[in-house]
Protein backbone atom coordinates (compact mmCIF):
# COMPACT_ATOMS: atom_id res chain seq x y z
CA UNK A 1 0.00 0.00 0.00
CA UNK A 2 1.05 3.71 -0.57
CA UNK A 3 2.35 5.99 2.12
CA UNK A 4 -0.22 8.72 1.82
CA UNK A 5 1.82 12.20 0.97
CA UNK A 6 1.05 15.10 2.80
CA UNK A 7 0.55 18.32 1.07
CA UNK A 8 2.78 21.12 1.96
CA UNK A 9 2.23 25.07 1.49
CA UNK A 10 5.11 27.31 0.44
CA UNK A 11 4.67 30.60 1.59
CA UNK A 12 7.23 33.01 -0.52
CA UNK A 13 8.22 36.09 1.83
CA UNK A 14 8.78 39.91 0.03
CA UNK A 15 12.79 39.54 0.35
CA UNK A 16 12.88 35.89 -1.13
CA UNK A 17 10.63 37.25 -4.21
CA UNK A 18 12.65 40.05 -4.28
CA UNK A 19 15.91 37.59 -4.70
CA UNK A 20 14.27 35.70 -7.35
CA UNK A 21 13.37 38.68 -9.89
CA UNK A 22 16.98 38.91 -9.82
CA UNK A 23 18.05 35.41 -11.39
CA UNK A 24 18.39 34.42 -14.55
CA UNK A 25 16.40 31.36 -16.23
CA UNK A 26 19.12 28.69 -15.40
CA UNK A 27 19.34 30.42 -11.85
CA UNK A 28 15.54 29.63 -11.06
CA UNK A 29 15.54 25.89 -12.55
CA UNK A 30 18.37 25.31 -10.38
CA UNK A 31 16.79 26.91 -7.42
CA UNK A 32 13.24 24.93 -7.80
CA UNK A 33 14.93 21.70 -7.96
CA UNK A 34 16.63 22.90 -4.32
CA UNK A 35 12.82 23.91 -3.00
CA UNK A 36 11.38 20.42 -3.87
CA UNK A 37 14.56 19.14 -1.83
CA UNK A 38 13.39 21.22 1.34
CA UNK A 39 9.80 20.46 0.94
CA UNK A 40 10.47 16.64 0.48
CA UNK A 41 13.07 16.99 3.58
CA UNK A 42 11.92 19.62 5.68
CA UNK A 43 14.97 19.20 8.20
CA UNK A 44 17.69 19.35 5.15
CA UNK A 45 18.86 22.95 6.01
CA UNK A 46 20.94 23.51 9.29
CA UNK A 47 19.28 24.97 12.36
CA UNK A 48 20.48 27.91 13.60
CA UNK A 49 20.64 28.53 16.78
CA UNK A 50 19.98 31.72 19.29
CA UNK A 51 17.42 34.72 18.06
CA UNK A 52 17.46 32.50 14.41
CA UNK A 53 16.24 29.06 16.44
CA UNK A 54 13.07 29.45 14.12
CA UNK A 55 15.42 29.32 10.75
CA UNK A 56 17.08 26.78 8.78
CA UNK A 57 19.62 27.74 5.96
CA UNK A 58 19.99 25.00 3.00
CA UNK A 59 23.67 25.29 1.48
CA UNK A 60 24.06 24.43 -2.25
CA UNK A 61 26.15 25.56 -4.73
CA UNK A 62 24.78 27.89 -8.08
CA UNK A 63 27.42 28.30 -10.83
CA UNK A 64 29.64 27.50 -8.97
CA UNK A 65 29.12 29.91 -5.88
CA UNK A 66 27.47 29.17 -2.79
CA UNK A 67 23.63 29.93 -2.31
CA UNK A 68 22.03 30.04 0.98
CA UNK A 69 18.22 29.14 1.22
CA UNK A 70 16.61 30.51 4.49
CA UNK A 71 13.40 28.78 4.94
CA UNK A 72 11.06 28.67 8.36
CA UNK A 73 8.11 25.94 9.37
CA UNK A 74 5.42 27.57 10.10
CA UNK A 75 1.85 25.74 11.26
CA UNK A 76 0.65 25.64 7.34
CA UNK A 77 3.66 25.00 5.68
CA UNK A 78 7.09 25.94 4.81
CA UNK A 79 8.20 30.02 4.34
CA UNK A 80 10.90 30.65 2.26
CA UNK A 81 12.36 33.99 3.85
CA UNK A 82 15.52 34.85 2.24
CA UNK A 83 18.22 33.79 -0.70
CA UNK A 84 21.73 35.00 -1.25
CA UNK A 85 24.69 33.96 -3.48
CA UNK A 86 28.09 34.39 -2.14
CA UNK A 87 29.77 37.50 -4.08
CA UNK A 88 33.06 36.47 -6.19
CA UNK A 89 36.23 38.01 -5.60
Do not use: C, P, W
Not at 27 to 46: M, P, S, T
Not at 60 to 87: C, D, H, P, V, W
Amino acid sequence: MLEEQKEIDVYESQRFGLALSNLSDTQVKVLDDELDKVILNIKVGELKKGDLSHLRVHKFSLNGQLALLGYSLTENGIEMRSFTISKSN
